[in-house]
Structures are given as C-alpha cells and as structure tokens.
C-alpha cells in the first residue's frame, strides 16, 4: 500500500535549546554586557569598509558588502542614544544579524563569548535598570558580578516606532 | 488541505476567469464556438462538484449549465439579461468557493433564488425586460485581448494569472515535480491519482484539445523562478568580477575563457529573464468582465479595445500594475466617459471608446489607456485644488493646463461629485502613481477636456540587472541608471557650457535649451568641497518629459549592476531606487532619477517656469532673427559678420592661383572665373601663401570675398544696433557679446557682377521689367532681397511694412507679384494677404510667402489666407524660381 511519509524537517529550535539553557552571543557596548541570542546571530566581524549612505538616520552607519549580500551598518551606540565613539566607522567588531531576510550588522566594542543559560534565571527588567537599555531588552540576567541585558534586536531594527528622523 | 481538493479549487478557478471573459465575448457575439466552450466549462465544473460532494456548488452549476444548455440548442436567445443572470452564478460559484478554501467546506445556506431565476429563465417563464440602457455592446471591433488559455493549458512556464500553489499536471501521467506548498505533501497520493484521472474523463473534449499543447509546456512554481533569477543576479556579479580583474592584464590566459563564460553567462540571464514575461493580456483578461458590468451599471455604451496584449513584461511587474490598470479603467468608464445622449449632443458616437495600448519602446513597456471621453475637466481641478488648499489661486494662474491635470495624482484628491461604489473615493490616482514609480516606471497624462483623456505608464523592462553610470561626487560614488541618461556634459570655469544661475537656481544652456540642474552633493548633503573644482560633470537626464542634469564631480564607466532593493530603514529615502556591489566589492547606492527630479521639484518647478519664461521670451526672439553669422576680420581688427547662409563655400586660396582680368583679380574656381573682391580699399590681398575667401554664388554666377581671417561661427539673435549709411555695411550689431559690423552681402554682389560683367541684363529672359513688391520690416532683407531680384531682372520696390503696401495699392500702383514677409510688427503677412485678396486690383495677384518658420502648419495657414506660395527666407534659389514659377503659370493662364 502507497503511503506518503512527509520528511522529517527538524526544527530549528532543537539545537539550539537543551531542555531549559539558552545560549547567547555577548557583547559589550559602553562597559555594559548585552546579549542576543544566539540563533538570530549569522556572524561576527572585525573591522569593515562601510560605505555611507546619504540621507540616511543618523543610527545606520552605512553599508558593506559581505560575501556578496549587502549588510546595513548599524552604529548601535546611537541607537542606545549614547555617545558616539570617535572612531572610525568600520573599525571595530561587529555582530550580523538577519532580520526577516535581510541582513544588519550591529556595531559594538567588544564582541564577547557565547553563554549558555538556565531559562529560569531570566528575568524580567528590574525597575532599576536604565531607561535607555529597558527600551531595548527583553529582559537581564544576573551573572556574578554584573548584569546581562538581552537586547531586543527586533524591536533594535525598528526605526519606524522609535522617534527616529 | 485535500490535494484533490486543493486541485479543484485551482482549475476551477481558472476555469471562472475564462468563463468570465468567454460569457462577455458570447454577448457581442453569441457564436456557437463560443457557447460550446462555456458549456463543457459550466459542465466540467458541475461534474466535478458532484463527485467531491459539494451539492451546493452542483445545484448552482447545474441551474446555469441548464440556461447554457438551451442556448447551446438554440432554445433560447442569448440577451444581455440572461448573460448577467449567469455571471450572477458564476459570481455565486466564486464565493462558495473562496469559502470552500477557507473553511474547507460549502457555506450555509443555499441558492434558492438564484436557482429558481436560472430556472424560471430556462423555461422562458420570466419577463422581465433587459434593463432599460443596458443596450448591448456593440458589434466588437478588433478582437478584445486574447482570453487566458482554457484552464487546462497550461501557460508556457508562467504562472498562471491566479496565484497557483501547485502544479497541476494536466490530463495524463508524469506529475510535474515542483516546490509544493507547506501543506502539501511532496508526491501526490494515489487516491489524488485516480481523482486526477476522473477529472480528466470529465473534461475529456478540453482536454484531448489541449493535450497537445500541454506537452509543450510545464508548470514551475514561482519561487523557483525566483531563486533561479537571484542566482543568475549572483552570477552575473561574479563574472562582472572576473572580468574587472582580468580587465587590468592584457594577457593572461582567463581572457578567452572569461569571454567565453561572459556570453554564456548573458544568455542565461536573458533566458532566465524571459521565463518571467508574460503577456500583459493577463493583466487584462478580468477588463472586459468589468466593463461589461460597469456600463450596465453606469447606462453607458462602452467599448474596450486592448491593443498589444501580447507585449510581454516581467512577471512581477505585471502583479503591481494590474490594479492600477484596473483602476484607472473605471476611472475611464465612470467618470470620463459620457453618457449616451450627452455624447451625441457633443457630436460623438453614441458609443464611448476605452482603447488599450502596450507595446515596447527601448527598453520599456508603454502603455496606454485612453478614452475619447469628456477629459478631466480642467475647471473642476482647478476648483478643487484651490479648495482643498493644494495651491493658491496665482499660483493656478501660471500653470498650464497639463500642470494642472497632475494634481489628481496627489492624495485624498477627487472631482467626482458623488462617490459611487465604482470610484469617486479619491484614494486612487496617488496610489497609482506610487505603485508605478515604486517599479521605476513614470506615468504622464495628457487630457483634452471633451476629446478625452490619455495615461501613459512607462515601466523599464527588466527590474534586477540594468546599465549604470558610475559617478563620483564628495568621494563617494553613486550609479545612474543608464537608461535615464541622455548624455553628459563637462564644464569647466571657462567653458562656453558654462552653469548659470537664473533666479537663484543653477541652469545649464544647453544647445537651445535651458536645463535646471541639481547639485547632488547639495541633495544628498555631502560634505562640501574644500577648492573649487577646476571641471565638473553634467548628468543630462530624463523622466519622463521632464529633463534636467545632476552636477558630479566626477564620471567613471557604465557597468552592468545587479541592483538590491535598499534595507526597509531605508525605503523611505526616495533620491535612491536600490543599492549594488561593484565589481571591486564595494557598496554603493544606485540613484533614484525619479526622486532627484522630485528633489528638484517644487524649488526648481516655480523657477523654472520663471527661467522657462525668461528663455521663452528669448527665444522667441531667437526663432524670429536667429541667424547663424560668419564672423571675420579683413582690413582691419574690426569684427565684421554676413548671414552664413549666403556663403556656399569657405575656401583657401593659394596666392599663385589668382590672377588678373581688367585689373581685377580672379581666380580660376571649378572650372570657371570667380572674381574676387575686397571689403574696401584698404583692404588687401595676402602676397604669398593661402587667401581665405568667403564664396557666395548665384545661379551661376560666383564671387570671392577676401578676408583676412575667419573668427567663428555663432548663432545669434540680430538686432542691428547702428545703422551706418556705408555702401557695403547695413550697420552694426552684437554678435557674440562684440560689437561687430555686418556687412550687406548684396552690395558685394552687385560690385562683383555689376562692373564685370557689364549689360548681362539682356540675357535675361522673360522675367524682363516685371514689377515685384518686397514687403519686409527688416531693413537687413530688404537689403538683400532687393539686389537679388534686380540682379534676377525684376523691377523691386521695397516697403518696410504691409500697411505702407496696402497704401500704394490704394494710390494705384501696380505690380505683377508681391513678396511678403509674414512676421511683422502691425499687420502681419497673414493678414496683409487676406487684405489683399478681400478686394482691391490686386486680389488676382500672385503672392509669395517668406518667412523663417516653416512648418507644415504654417503652409497650411498660408495657402489659407490666399498665398500663392510659401519660401523661406534664406532660400535665394527657391524665391527665384517659384517668383519664375509663378509668374510663368500666370503668363500661361
């Protein structure tokens, strides 16, 4: 008898998250540790030949070419609204992103390592934290001796609701 | 879903976007092939709903299928009534279908009435009459578009107008493997086999028809399409990559192969490009359904006509326009097109015209739609655009007609005095407009109010690869779509094409023409230049009608880019259409034309009306004395010009070769004597080497004006300033910004011929003694003209204007031909000739038009007022012969 047997597509979720840990990529930007997980995370570069784009908001930095598909540059700081560092646009490390097909890269200072997590310590955002990081983080964890804020990267790419130009 | 229901949704509703254009084409002519088609559709379908189990769908079919049935037997006439009765079925059978798919299950409820009217009708039980100015269309003129192929054809490797979600392969074996939806399963299930089959039985006549074809042609999933187009864009790049590598060294052994990998990688990506065409005839296909319904609905006679359906554009250009298109059809039927009777008081055809237009046109698609309508109603818009605050009245006053037809592209804005459920909601020319120009393409309207209104959409042809100029302004480079590009102009500090500012706003002379430019380093905000820039470059560029020219710093080559849509953040910057990787890696933005014009817009709009204004009034001056001079010096330093136009020939000649007769120089010139004169006696003759000389001829007589040396050639409006009273000289003008003397060609002749030749009067033939009046305002013509003629044997009297002419005819001279020019201040030629010929002894005179417009209208308007002939001005050879042409034909009579 003729029976159609539907291929096993795995999740993509299976991986990544053993029972209840969750691995994120770190990073730091202004001294603060800030965390994305790590599946929405495509790469990690160094420095890069970012072309400005004209017109553009002040937070998109420009774009670079990487291996053949066109990254927005995103110069996080301002994002976060805080000071703009004085170098150049294109050095330092980077984070890629793809969201929703299209590809972004996040620049911060400091890429860190990947971290795995208990999904019960994560909490929500303390009344205490920063109003700058709270609007873009979905919640912390308390590490020994700091605090990880885990970044919202959707809400992070999305100029339109934020007062941005 | 079901798989075999999943197909049934699929082909069925194929089989109703025929149904729907074969039911509008049975009307305007209710042949039996026609019938026959829609009755195995209706059948088809039928049989299918009873072995899914979907009574309801079957009870709908089956009443329309009876209706069919009888027209099929002649039972009953096919009547505008009975065809919207079915297409009210079919419209049933649609919704219960979309239900079907959404839910999987037929609606509740049933068809009660709509059965028993199919019914009542089938048994001729109903009387109703057609509905009063539901007249039918008429005797369709050419062919409305070719309808989408019977559902089961397949389309040659399209998409089907629908949204297919999977291949269905047509009557027989081999399932077409293709990406299948989620739901789906990859192999199709027996069960759907046999079903497959059965369906097939079903619609055995169709399909036995279209088996045929149907071997020819296959089904792919759309997304394969797609990836394959984005891989060939990927390939396309790399190979631009080679070949910039390889550009650099001349001799490596990658050469050939690289050419060789470049050619074959061109023909994929043409084939592949051609795989997404298709006929904008689909776009079409759902039109004449809704005209039919829109002129019951509006008791208009419309007729759609869809030229060029077969043009062929990218799939997913064809998706954006559709509803444009569609809107812009009811625009045409709803509120252009008139009623019957107000069209025959208007004096036009009872039966309104919708015509459709597409064909290509380098390298884009045009397409038109044009109605012979009321037009827009230019008082209306005007009306409305001062009340809903789009512009003040002074404003209104300064625009032209089209101008201000371009207001119904902006948003929120409608004339129509009530909003009916067709259109009148205002939400839909700015869209258009936007859905358009999101494709890069430009849409112009051009409207006549009662003649009709005509829209014309130009979309490129090919939306991922295109030619792009690179350019460089601030250090950052952009590309400019090459197709945009009409050419490119450099400047310099001291150039001739130099950058002028006319009201603030930088302006190109270009030829004859002022363009507005943009700085694109002002537009896009770059960095200013820290020196000033010894050249800059000139983008001449076009949209639409609008041309205008981008100031660069600098320009590189044209190159071959794959163009990427720029990330959502930045959608919203609309100076750029897109962004690409050159073939050294880097990134730049690819330049939006449309958005620069609109950059450009309202600051260059207002000032180039006013720049356009100025120009205008320029250049109609220009038109009216624009001449082109020869400039030269001889005898002195002094500038000294004559009308090019005189001068047949600009030679040098070899001091040896002159020689004397009567103590005056000649010199052997193409096989005859041409005597040379000098400009005075001061002037004189270079003793060795080559003697410029201007030649000027006549018939057969030829004479060499020594000078000293040619300074230019200018075009240049001649106003004579200082009129001198110098035998030679008709006075002094500016040319070129210099104070030059011009000199009066025709005393030269004279000199020339005069002395030389001695009584050569004689031997001229009949034009002997006759009387010509030259009526002319510039003294320069008359000038001219006058030593011309006499030198042609006739007698010339000259007046400087038609009311001084008309004043000898009065004091009762008389002529034998009259010469006028028609651009004069006072009476103009036109009217001079209706005078003349109104009444008075010389209304049977021969008249002669001269004028440096020449146009066919102007011919027109001449023979009009009663010329007998038209010459222009700086045609010596063409006065005198139809002045001998003329008289001759009189003599005759």
């Not at chain 2, 002022?514 to 380093?521: F, H, I, N």
């Not at chain 2, 004689?762 to 009526?775: A, F, M, P, Y």
């Not at chain 2, 510039?778 to 003209?785: T, Y």
Request: glycine content about 8%; some cysteine; charged content about 25%.
């Amino acid at each position: 008898m003729n029976q159609v047997v539907p291929s096993n597509k795995r999740g993509s979720h299976e991986l990544a998250t053993t029972e209840d840990h969750e691995d994120f990529v770190t990073m730091f930007i202004e001294g603060q540790m800030f965390g994305i997980p790590v599946l929405v995370v495509q790469d990690v570069l160094g420095p890069q030949k970012i072309t400005r784009i004209p017109l553009a908001p002040p937070e998109v930095a420009g774009s670079l070419n990487l291996r053949g598909r066109i990254v927005t540059a995103i110069d996080v700081r301002l994002r976060l609204k805080l000071p703009q560092k004085k170098t150049e646009i294109g050095a330092g490390m980077s984070v890629v992103v793809d969201m929703k097909g299209e590809l972004y890269s996040l620049r911060v200072d400091q890429v860190g390592e990947v971290l795995s997590l208990p999904a019960a310590k994560f909490e929500r955002n303390p009344p205490t934290l920063d109003t700058l990081w709270r609007e873009f983080s979905t919640g912390i964890y308390r590490l020994e001796g700091k605090l990880l804020v885990i970044l919202d990267v959707p809400r992070l790419l999305d100029f339109t609701k934020s007062e941005a130009i | 879903m079901d798989d075999l229901l999943t197909e049934f949704l699929t082909e069925t509703g194929e089989s109703l976007a025929t149904l729907d254009v074969e039911l509008v084409k049975l009307e305007q002519n209710p042949a039996p092939q026609i019938l026959s088609n829609i009755f195995r559709l209706v059948h088809t379908i039928k049989g299918t709903c009873g072995f899914l189990g979907l009574p309801r769908l079957e009870a709908v079919a089956h009443a329309g299928e009876n209706v069919l049935g009888k027209f099929r037997d002649g039972e009953l006439q096919v009547t505008p009534a009975a065809v919207t009765l079915i297409l009210a079925s079919i419209d049933r059978i649609k919704m219960i279908l979309n239900h079907i798919e959404q839910t999987e299950t037929e609606p509740e409820g049933d068809d009660k009435d709509l059965i028993a009217a199919l019914n009542a009708h089938a048994e001729g039980r109903d009387v109703a009459p057609p509905p009063a100015a539901a007249a039918p269309p008429p005797a369709p003129a050419p062919a409305p578009a070719p309808a989408p192929a019977p559902a089961a054809t397949p389309e040659p490797v399209a998409a089907a107008p629908a949204p297919v979600p999977a291949p269905a392969p047509v009557p027989a074996p081999a399932p077409v493997a293709a990406t299948p939806e989620p739901e789906e399963h990859a192999a199709p299930a027996l069960p759907a086999q046999v079903a497959q089959q059965q369906v097939a039985a079903a619609g055995a006549a169709a399909a036995n028809q279209e088996s045929a074809l149907a071997a020819q042609t296959i089904r792919v999933n759309v997304e394969l399409l797609e990836n394959l187009m984005t891989l060939v864009s990927e390939l396309v790049l790399t190979r631009n990559q080679l070949l910039q590598m390889v550009r650099g060294k001349d001799d490596s052994e990658f050469a050939t192969p690289l050419q060789r990998l470049s050619h074959i990688t061109t023909d994929l990506q043409e084939g592949v490009m051609k795989t997404r065409m298709q006929p904008i005839g689909n776009a079409w296909a759902k039109l004449p359904r809704i005209v039919r319904d829109l002129s019951v609905e509006t008791h208009k006679k419309i007729d759609l006509q869809m030229l060029g359906a077969e043009t062929e554009l990218d799939r997913q250009v064809l998706e954006l326009i559709k509803d444009p298109l569609t809107h812009m059809v009811r625009n045409s039927a709803d509120h252009g097109l008139e009623m019957p009777e107000d069209r025959k008081k208007a004096g036009k055809s009872e039966v309104g015209k919708i015509v459709l237009n597409a064909f290509h046109e380098g390298g884009h698609i045009i397409i038109e739609i044009a109605d012979d309508g009321r037009g827009l109603g230019i008082q209306r818009i005007r009306n409305k655009a001062i009340s809903n605050g789009l512009a003040t009245e002074s404003e209104i006053e300064q625009m032209s007609d089209q101008q201000i037809a371009q207001f119904i592209f902006r948003a929120g804005f409608s004339t129509a005095e009530k909003v009916t459920s067709v259109s009148g909601r205002g939400v839909g020319m700015d869209v258009v407009k936007t859905n358009i120009e999101k494709i890069g393409g430009t849409i112009e309207l051009k409207t006549i109010d009662g003649k009709g209104t005509t829209f014309t959409i130009k979309i490129p042809l090919t939306l991922a690869i295109v030619s792009a100029l690179i350019v460089e302004c601030a250090g950052e480079r952009f590309a400019v779509p090459q197709i945009s590009v009409l050419e490119l102009v450099r400047t310099t500090a001291t150039s001739e094409h130099g950058i002028e500012v006319i009201n603030s706003a930088p302006v190109l002379r270009l030829r004859d023409r002022l363009l507005p430019l943009v700085s694109l380093r002002t537009l896009l905000r770059l960095a200013d230049s820290a020196e000033e820039q010894a050249e800059t470059f000139i983008v001449v560029t076009q949209v639409g009608n609008y041309t205008f020219g981008i100031i660069v710093d600098r320009v590189f080559d044209t190159e071959e880019i794959v163009v990427k849509p720029v990330a959502p953040i930045l959608r919203h910057i609309n100076m750029f259409s897109g962004n690409t990787i050159l073939g050294d890696g880097s990134v730049i933005m690819i330049l939006d034309p449309n958005g620069i014009a609109g950059g450009t817009g309202e600051m260059a709009a207002v000032d180039n009306q006013q720049a356009a204004g100025a120009a205008a009034s320029r250049g109609e001056t220009r038109a009216e004395d624009q001449q082109s001079m020869l400039v030269f010096r001889a005898g002195n330093s002094d500038l000294k010009a004559v009308p090019l136009a005189l001068i047949a020939r600009l030679e040098e000649i070899d001091v040896t070769d002159i020689e004397a007769s009567h103590g005056k120089p000649v010199v052997q010139y193409r096989g005859k004597l041409m005597p040379l004169v000098t400009i005075d006696s001061s002037f004189s003759m270079k003793t060795e080497g080559q003697q410029p000389v201007l030649v000027f001829s006549d018939h057969e007589h030829t004479m060499g004006l020594a000078v000293d040396e040619i300074v230019d050639i200018v075009e240049e409006q001649l106003k004579i300033e200082l009129a001198v009273n110098k035998p030679g000289l008709i006075g002094t003008a500016v040319v070129s910004g210099k104070a030059t003397d011009i000199i009066d060609a025709g005393f030269y002749l004279t000199q020339a011929w005069g002395d030389w030749f001695g009584s050569d009067k004689d031997s001229r033939k009949t034009q002997e003694g006759l009387r010509v009046l030259l009526v002319d305002d510039s003294p320069f013509f008359r000038n001219l003209l006058t030593p011309l003629l006499s030198v042609a044997g006739y007698e010339v009297t000259s007046v400087e204007s038609a009311d001084k002419a008309l004043t000898l005819r009065d004091n009762g001279s008389t002529f034998d031909v009259i010469i006028s020019d028609i651009e004069m201040p006072g009476m103009n030629g036109f009217e001079f000739a209706e005078a003349v010929r109104n009444d008075g002894p010389w209304s049977g005179l021969p008249m002669v038009a001269l004028s440096s417009h020449a146009t066919e209208q102007d011919f027109e308007r001449g023979r009009e007022v009663g010329f007998t002939d038209y010459v222009a001005k700086f045609d010596r050879d063409a006065l005198l012969q139809t002045l001998a042409q003329t008289l001759s034909t009189k003599g005759a009579v």
